[in-house]
């Protein structure tokens, strides 16, 4: 490890803007701890003692907007830049000649506490580059959020990175402290690691996710028979995939966050778009900004409108639509399921529908059971009717576009005039796909 001296404010500096590649810090309902047992001194049991401040938001806690427009903020850092790997695609590996320095614990918690104090964030989100064994590493940021928790009193959010390689008893430790966990996978396949990240292994980022997923479980159960269970980072795991760096297909990163979703019960999949650092260009020279948003909107519709990655990927459609929406690409390329009767549809029907959300579906059903639906009540409901008026009748009747249907070529025309921009609602929890 390095010994360079300097003052706080250029280890902020420096320490913030390494970590700004790192897309997985978005936090969800992590509930307020209770206060810990009468008698028991602060930190016992991984609960904030009496007089504690600081609140786990359930909305979560990000560089991000949230779905009813608010911004949110989270302390962002590397513990150190600091790293022995020369992995391509990260601008702190170790062959980059830049400044290169290290927080202490001590550092951390004071920033994070007069950050807290001034309403200048809401959280902390703490990851290093490799700069000693990956015991040591983790040691370092797990020291880190003990200290916030039993000495600071601290009892908002954070955030802690996993360090594959690292003992099961070290990340069993953090998940005591931390609110969420992530270790990043970054790569799709490991021919892409092997070329890109040599010194990474997918079998050790799977296995400290399997740890975090084993950890969780035995916590959950226990909580069941036992009181006063500390719990085990209550907002899960999450992980990032680098879209860009390598030549991996969308048919195959998406099949990879399924996978991900069904064996180790992510909480989130996160994608970045690769951005050149060094000599390493992109492989895909086209807009990745563009195709990360499509990732985000293929993953939403995969985890809560019922798609199944067959019917939005497959091998003559391996790559998703740049042009269009995943849901809509869908709906033109099967007319013959729509036009859709609003009035009679089943909800995982109604989900198909392009500008029909998941809120939205649930208010038409709720709508349908207490009253009548009305084409001007729609957009009240929270349909978006400039895409959905083509998909739909209401009562048998058209709302002014659903005849577009017998030539799904000109449809594609009239919607590609309302393309997205992509750099918009990369994170919407609430709107309508």
């Known amino acids: 490890m390095y010994s360079i001296s300097v003052e706080l404010t ?18 969800s309902g992590s509930p307020s701890p209770p206060q810990s047992p009468r008698g028991a001194s602060a930190g016992e049991k991984g609960l904030p003692g009496k007089g504690a401040f600081g609140v786990r938001v359930p909305a979560g806690i990000c560089h991000s907007w949230t779905g009813d427009g608010r911004c949110v903020s989270l302390l962002k850092v590397l513990y150190s830049n600091v790293c022995r790997y020369d992995c391509a695609y990260c601008a702190n590996r170790v062959s980059v000649d830049i400044p290169r320095t290290s927080f202490t614990s001590e550092e951390l918690v004071s920033l994070t506490v007069e950050f807290y104090r ?5 959280g902390l989100f703490l990851s290093s580059g490799i700069f000693s064994d990956p015991d040591i590493v983790m ?3 797990i020291e880190t959020a003990k200290y916030l928790r039993t000495q600071a009193g601290y009892g908002g959010y954070i955030h802690l990175k996993i360090i594959p390689g690292s003992g099961e008893n070290l990340i069993r430790e953090a998940g005591r402290w931390a609110d969420r966990l992530s270790a990043n996978i970054e790569l799709p396949t490991e021919k892409s690691l092997q070329v890109l990240a040599p010194q990474k292994s997918g079998k050790l980022i799977f296995g400290a996710m399997g ?3 084993e950890a969780s479980a035995e ?3 226990d909580s069941r028979r036992l009181r006063h269970v500390p719990a085990f980072a209550p907002a899960g795991q999450s992980t990032q995939l680098v879209v860009g760096a390598s030549a991996e297909d969308d048919r195959t990163i998406m099949g990879l966050s399924a996978a991900l979703y069904r064996k180790f019960e ?34 939403w519709l995969l985890r809560f ?11 003559a459609h391996p790559n998703l639509d740049r042009a269009f929406d995943p849901k809509v690409t869908w709906a033109l390329r099967h007319p013959d399921f729509f036009p859709l009767e609003l009035k009679t549809a089943p909800y995982e029907e109604l989900l198909r529908i392009p500008g029909v959300g998941v809120r939205s579906a649930r208010r038409i059903l709720e709508i349908r059971r207490r009253g009548s639906l009305s084409f001007e009540g729609l957009s009240r409901l929270g349909v978006v009717l400039k895409r959905a008026r083509y998909f739909v009748t209401l009562g048998g009747r058209s709302i002014g576009g659903a005849g577009a249907l017998d030539n799904p070529g000109a449809l594609a025309r009239i919607l590609g005039k309302e393309r997205t921009d992509p750099q918009l609602l990369l994170f919407n929890p609430v709107g309508a796909v």
């Open 118 to 122: 001034r309403n200048y964030v809401e």
């Open 10 to 27: 250029e280890k902020l500096a420096i320490l913030a803007g390494a970590a700004k590649y790192d897309a997985s810090c978005t936090s």
């Open 219 to 221: 916590t959950g159960e």
């Open 266 to 299: 992510l909480r989130r999949v996160y994608y970045s778009a690769y951005m050149p650092v060094g000599n390493l260009p992109p492989v895909e020279q086209g807009d990745l900004l563009l195709r990360e948003h499509r990732l985000y909107q293929a993953d």
């Open 305 to 315: 409108y019922q798609y199944q990655i067959g019917e939005l990927l497959d091998e």
């Open 139 to 141: 040691q370092k940021l």
């Open 211 to 213: 740890q975090v997923l």
